[in-house]
């Protein structure tokens, strides 16, 4: 069977090798010279790498006396960091390189559009053609930064996460429109190197569709930093108005009071939109929704059935691991076996200090679903190894079904929530109780012993050491 994908950001790349171990013939089309997509090139990879890099100086400065380590005058060579973050995207696309030519994957620099059922158009760099048909055809070409026009975007001081990572110099004053994950992080990463950062939010709270106890415990943070944050506002307007200075006016969502703001950047975090541009899907027989995702079934299978779509272009939750899963999934239903999606058990991270990460339901959720539970929690700072490394903020959350005890939802809030929510998703793939958590051993000492901690308060108010 011969597969062509087009895209070749995580999920597309996955898509590929999982399509080549299973004995398909696979073309790999991509329209840039790197492989990668936004995840590697302009996304998850360098905004941590950056996010690591300005954490480290920002404990240089403020925590490392705490520890007895005193510093002379310590400084920010930003060419250096942002050389330093380009090395990392550059290993990472080489990597991605190898695996293509080790699973013999044929890969395609070429700006893909359908033309029928089952054939593409591929235009190349150097201005030629070349029809492709093929069996399958699995679209992965991901999302991009929805701007508004009235947002003036330019690419110089009115920017998108693009941009941001990449600035050749330090802002005095950024301004942010939206508080969402890509906000808070970008946000984190200039905040700690010493910008006035302000983020203007359309809703009312933060992250509003995640755990409230955790989401609290993050704005703390991050106000503790200097963040400020705005919310309950609607932008108006942004314009660049001279070489150094943006304007950005932005209003209550009722309209009564209006303000307008200078800053030396603003960066638009409204969101990002899938990104279908030149697809020319309806030749394929190809439908999307009102707001432009492709339409799939259970399958991931599009109106058109030999071709299937994953990633941020169907929606959903926008994360690199989600893709990969749907593109393991659309792999191996082309092979003829039945795997399954459990989009309810797909870990959400925020990489800011202390880091945030979900998954399962919130207690929101449970409610609306008329379902009884329990809940347990357990702050940091009654950890031990928190207190050891002063990493004292946050907490863990658990929720359990009050009737079966089963592990319905895993909140974090602390230092190494990304690491330690995955043992909340091996446990919830099993349905496991919440006793079956806390009766695990866990090191002592360590952080995930918070986890064993609060699951112990979600089955009886068990905790040991709170």
């Given at each position: 069977?011969k597969?062509?994908?087009?895209?070749s950001?995580?999920?597309?790349?996955v898509?590929?090798?999982?399509?080549?171990?299973?004995?398909?013939?696979?073309?790999?089309?991509?329209?840039?010279?790197?492989?990668?997509?936004?995840c590697?090139n302009v996304?998850?990879?360098?905004s941590?790498?950056?996010l690591?890099?300005s954490?480290?100086?920002?404990?240089?400065?403020?925590?490392?006396?705490?520890?007895?380590i005193?510093t002379?005058?310590v400084?920010v060579?930003?060419p250096?960091?942002?050389?330093?973050?380009q090395e990392?995207?550059e290993?990472?696309?080489?990597?991605?390189?190898?695996l293509?030519?080790?699973?013999?994957?044929?890969?395609i620099?070429?700006?893909?559009?359908?033309k029928g059922?089952?054939?593409?158009?591929?235009?190349?760099?150097?201005?030629?053609?070349?029809r492709v048909?093929?069996?399958?055809?699995?679209?992965?070409t991901?999302?991009?930064?929805?701007?508004?026009?009235?947002?003036?975007?330019n690419?110089?001081?009115i920017?998108?996460?693009t941009?941001?990572?990449?600035?050749?110099?330090?802002?005095?004053?950024?301004?942010?429109?939206?508080?969402?994950?890509?906000?808070?992080?970008?946000?984190?990463?200039?905040s700690?190197?010493?910008?006035q950062?302000?983020?203007?939010?359309?809703?009312?709270?933060?992250?509003?569709n995640m755990?409230?106890?955790?989401?609290?415990?993050?704005l703390?943070?991050?106000?503790?930093?200097?963040?400020?944050?705005k919310f309950?506002?609607?932008?108006?307007e942004?314009?660049?108005?001279?070489?150094s200075k943006?304007?950005?006016s932005?209003q209550?969502?009722?309209?009564?009071?209006?303000?307008?703001?200078?800053a030396?950047?603003?960066?638009?975090?409204?969101g990002?939109?899938?990104y279908?541009e030149?697809?020319?899907?309806?030749?394929?027989?190809?439908?999307?929704?009102?707001?432009?995702?492709?339409?799939?079934?259970?399958?991931?299978?599009?109106?058109?059935?030999h071709?299937?779509?994953?990633?941020d272009?169907?929606g959903?939750?926008?994360?690199?691991?989600?893709a990969?899963?749907?593109?393991?999934?659309?792999?191996?239903v082309?092979?003829?076996?039945?795997?399954?999606?459990?989009?309810?058990?797909?870990?959400?991270?925020i990489?800011?200090w202390p880091?945030?990460?979900?998954?399962?339901f919130?207690e929101?959720?449970?409610?609306?679903k008329?379902r009884?539970?329990?809940?347990?929690?357990f702050?940091f700072?009654a950890?031990?190894?928190?207190r050891a490394?002063?990493?004292?903020?946050?907490?863990?959350?658990?929720i359990?079904?009050?009737?079966t005890?089963?592990?319905?939802?895993?909140?974090?809030c602390?230092?190494?929530?990304?690491?330690?929510?995955?043992?909340?998703?091996?446990l919830?793939?099993?349905?496991?109780?919440?006793?079956?958590?806390?009766?695990?051993?866990?090191?002592?000492?360590s952080?995930s012993?918070?986890?064993k901690?609060?699951?112990?308060?979600a089955?009886g108010?068990?905790?040991?050491h709170?």
């Amino acid at each position: 069977m011969k597969v062509v994908i087009i895209g070749s950001g995580p999920g597309g790349y996955v898509a590929a090798i999982r399509c080549a171990q299973l004995g398909f013939e696979v073309t790999l089309v991509e329209k840039y010279n790197k492989l990668g997509g936004t995840c590697l090139n302009v996304g998850c990879i360098p905004s941590k790498a950056l996010l690591d890099s300005s954490e480290h100086y920002h404990q240089l400065i403020t925590g490392f006396e705490d520890h007895g380590i005193k510093t002379k005058t310590v400084l920010v060579d930003l060419p250096k960091m942002m050389h330093r973050k380009q090395e990392v995207v550059e290993q990472n696309t080489r990597g991605i390189k190898y695996l293509m030519k080790k699973n013999n994957i044929n890969v395609i620099h070429a700006k893909a559009s359908f033309k029928g059922a089952q054939e593409l158009l591929l235009l190349k760099v150097d201005g030629s053609e070349e029809r492709v048909e093929f069996d399958k055809c699995i679209i992965a070409t991901g999302s991009k930064p929805n701007c508004p026009s009235s947002f003036n975007y330019n690419k110089k001081r009115i920017i998108t996460s693009t941009e941001a990572l990449s600035l050749n110099e330090i802002p005095k004053t950024m301004m942010i429109i939206g508080a969402g994950v890509i906000g808070i992080e970008l946000g984190s990463v200039y905040s700690r190197l010493g910008t006035q950062v302000t983020l203007i939010e359309y809703m009312d709270k933060l992250l509003e569709n995640m755990d409230p106890d955790c989401t609290k415990e993050l704005l703390k943070t991050l106000e503790a930093l200097g963040m400020l944050f705005k919310f309950g506002r609607s932008v108006q307007e942004v314009s660049q108005i001279s070489d150094s200075k943006v304007q950005l006016s932005h209003q209550s969502k009722q309209g009564s009071e209006h303000t307008t703001e200078v800053a030396d950047y603003v960066l638009i975090s409204t969101g990002r939109r899938p990104y279908t541009e030149d697809l020319l899907l309806e030749l394929a027989g190809i439908k999307t929704d009102d707001k432009g995702y492709i339409k799939v079934n259970n399958n991931l299978q599009t109106d058109n059935p030999h071709v299937y779509a994953i990633g941020d272009v169907i929606g959903g939750v926008m994360l690199a691991h989600k893709a990969e899963e749907e593109a393991v999934f659309v792999a191996e239903v082309l092979a003829g076996q039945k795997p399954e999606m459990h989009y309810h058990l797909i870990p959400n991270v925020i990489y800011t200090w202390p880091e945030m990460a979900s998954v399962g339901f919130t207690e929101a959720q449970l409610i609306e679903k008329g379902r009884a539970f329990q809940v347990g929690k357990f702050p940091f700072k009654a950890l031990g190894r928190a207190r050891a490394s002063n990493d004292l903020d946050g907490l863990v959350k658990v929720i359990a079904d009050a009737q079966t005890d089963e592990i319905l939802g895993v909140h974090i809030c602390g230092a190494r929530a990304a690491d330690l929510i995955m043992e909340a998703v091996a446990l919830m793939n099993f349905k496991a109780s919440a006793e079956d958590m806390a009766m695990l051993s866990h090191a002592h000492p360590s952080f995930s012993e918070a986890l064993k901690e609060a699951a112990l308060d979600a089955c009886g108010k068990r905790a040991l050491h709170f």
